[in-house]
């Protein structure tokens, strides 16, 4: 296997440092890429959906598999573009295709694939521009808190939990009148609120068959308490204690198995990951989303809990030969927690450079990149500091440990990741 992985952040790390035990680094590339994914195999400085130039250096280089990071090159359409090229066909895109995509990229595809499955989910209505009163009277017939969600890709962040109607309405508004989220807010999405705690399944499947991975909850609020803006995620935790092996039967009884078989029912060419978002509400879990690859910070505890071979399972989906079970883990707590740039998510700024610091192996790069100055910033989300323990209080030490020895201007990272969890 020669394989290009596409995108820059710390999941794209944490998969090239995942195959690089099993494939070495030198049948690895990754488009863009950051300065941690070069420790495990080759950068090449292409965007993931410039396809054109993603065609001519995978023709270069014999790349034969190509494993989209980001959500991005999906719902653009890579796996359509290089199948319908003779020249790059043959090269096995692990991912689905732009129209079996839009289980992430579009959150009224999502909604209406639940409802037809009658898979458990929020009650919900979308609106377009042209439909804006009937979304204020929809707003209206509901309980707060009121949640819109922009129905595009707006990079974790098009989510909207308003507890006041005129708070609402007017956000309403500045999503579809004011394109408050650019084209993604083209249409948007009402739904009821649900009450619960959140969390993550995850499942590789080539279309008919599937593997499931380690579950995970993840933190996306920039401030301690789960306050604050949305972000892409401040940290995650897997195992995730009250997930219990009757939450674990209802998940695949209710929502994993009739997912998997409802994209080959409704004849969506879908293979790749499946990342349930997950609500437990009064000890019943609800699909909040589905994104279409593999979460982030998520993967950043699940792939280091992953005991057996990710090559593997990849060019079994490939081959058919993919056997649908429980991926096997190793025992142990895994916790990340993410180092962020000073406004994120916000304005902030970018070149700081990174002191006091020494690569561990599980602190995964995310917006960090090379110059003269050495390691400097390059994005909002830093560094993920991802480590082992035999509890999530001794994993969560270590990781905290890891992030004390690392330092930039205006450095910031939540210091109470995994604290809700400790109840149970």
Known sequence: MRILILGSGAREHAIAWKLKSEIGSENIYISPGNAGTQMCGTNANIGVSDFESLKSYCIENNIDTIFPGSEEAIANGVRDYFEANDDTKHIYVFSPDKFAGQLESSKAFAKEFMQELSIPTAAYKSF????????????????????????????????????????????????????????????????????????????????????????????????????GLNTGGMGAISPVPFYTSDVHDKTMNQIVIPTIKGL?????????????????????????????????????????????S??????????????????????????????????????YEKGKKIDNFSDSDTLFHAGTKRDNNGLVTNGG??????????????????????LTKVNFNRMFYRKDIGHDLKKY
């Open 128 to 227: 377009t521009i042209n439909e804006l009163e009937e979304g204020y009277s929809f707003l209206e017939s509901l309980k707060p808190p009121f949640v819109l969600k922009a129905d595009g890709l707006a990079a974790g962040k098009g989510v909207l939990i308003l507890d006041d109607l005129n708070h609402a309405k007017k956000s309403l508004n500045e999503m579809l009148a004011n394109q408050k989220f650019g084209s993604a807010s083209d249409k948007v999405v009402i739904e009821e609120y649900l009450d619960g705690i959140e969390f993550s399944v995850f499942a590789l499947t080539d279309g008919d068959n599937y593997v499931i991975f380690p579950e995970a909850k993840d933190y996306k609020r920039i401030g301690e308490g789960d306050t």
């Open 264 to 308: 080959k029912l409704q004849n969506l060419n879908f293979r790749g990951f499946v990342f349930f978002g997950l609500i437990l509400v009064d000890g019943n879990p609800m699909v909040i989303e589905y994104n279409a690859r593999l979460g982030d910070p998520e993967t950043e505890v699940i792939i280091p809990r992953l005991d057996e």
């Open 310 to 347: 990710l090559s593997q399972m990849i060019m079994d989906a490939k081959r058919g030969k993919l056997t649908s079970k429980i991926a096997k883990t190793v025992t142990k707590y895994a916790a990340t927690v993410f180092a962020v740039s000073g406004g994120y998510p916000e304005h």
């Open 381 to 402: 989300r830093v560094l993920a500091a991802t480590s082992y323990g035999d509890s999530m209080d001794e994993a969560l030490k270590s990781s905290y440990d890891t």
